[in-house]
């Protein structure tokens, strides 16, 4: 299926590793035209001569924290400069917020809030008018499904994520009339460094004498019984960003395996 999006312009905040880097060797693979960013700027710069080397296609990289509101203007506007717009943006940039209510603190929370919620509102504000003025655009938050369904341990991360869902289909409503889509897409758990960093904290959390005991005990919760891969994120993401999504907006996609139970 031709996708219908060669040539155009694709941000992938944190697009240096897991999903947002899957996200964008699928763009160059279709022909977009990328610019990825994080914080570390030897990752991002590998990530950036590995995907242009397998890919043979146009990739720009900026290093940004999506904490800071000065790094994500510099990131929109070089990625303006470099391929004259931006019709497709991709929030990724981001962690797990995880831990119960009695060690959450108001830094952590604060952090969650300001790289999830502000980062991906900063970014969109930034790159709106250009979608509204061409009366095309495409953005993607990608949330998480513990704002859908409160869980103890993901406590900071759920409200953030509930936050989330309510600015994308908000988004949606406002942006619909310039035919600007905002979708939201719903991890479970997706094999990334971000799974790994959290291992410990989860099997301490499910009494799992081991990484690998958490692992199969976290993957049983979905219906699938494994992890995804990040290639499999990837694909819906960039499916949602196609000329074939055009009538798909508002809507918050779970790629978890099957592990939210409720009809919706
Ligand atoms: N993996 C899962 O199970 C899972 C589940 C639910 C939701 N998600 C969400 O999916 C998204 C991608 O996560 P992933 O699993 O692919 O994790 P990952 O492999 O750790 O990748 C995260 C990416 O975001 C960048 N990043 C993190 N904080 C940033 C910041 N403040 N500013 C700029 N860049 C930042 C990282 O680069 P630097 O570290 O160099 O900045 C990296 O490129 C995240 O928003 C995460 O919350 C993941």
Partial sequence: MDLGIRGRSAIVTGGSSGI???TARQFLE???????SGRNAETLER?????????????????GD?????????????AKQRFGGVDILVNNAGQMYS????VMT?????????TKLFGFLRAIRLVYPGMKAQRWGRIVNMIGGAGKEPDPYMFGSGITNSGLLNLTKSLSAEFGEDNVLVNAVCPGWVDTNLWRRNAQGLAAELGAQSEEEARRRAARKNS????????????????????RASYITGVSLNLDGGRLKSLW
């Avoid at 990530?47 to 290093?63: F, G, P, Q, W, Y």
């Avoid at 831990?99 to 009695?102: D, E, L, T």
């Fill in 66 to 78: 999506m904490m800071k509101e000065e790094d994500i203007v510099r990131l929109v506007e070089s």
């Fill in 99 to 102: 831990g119960r209510f009695a």
């Fill in 30 to 36: 279709e022909g977009v035209r990328v610019t990825i």
């Fill in 20 to 22: 947002g880097r899957e």
């Fill in 224 to 243: 699938l019984n494994r992890f995804g891969r990040p290639e499999e994120l990837a694909y819906a993401i960039v499916f949602l960003c196609s000329e």
């Fill in 47 to 63: 990530t950036r001569m590995e995907l242009a080397k397998a890919t043979s296609a146009d990739i720009h990289a900026v290093v």
């Fill in 106 to 114: 108001d830094a952590g929370l604060k952090e969650q809030l300001e």
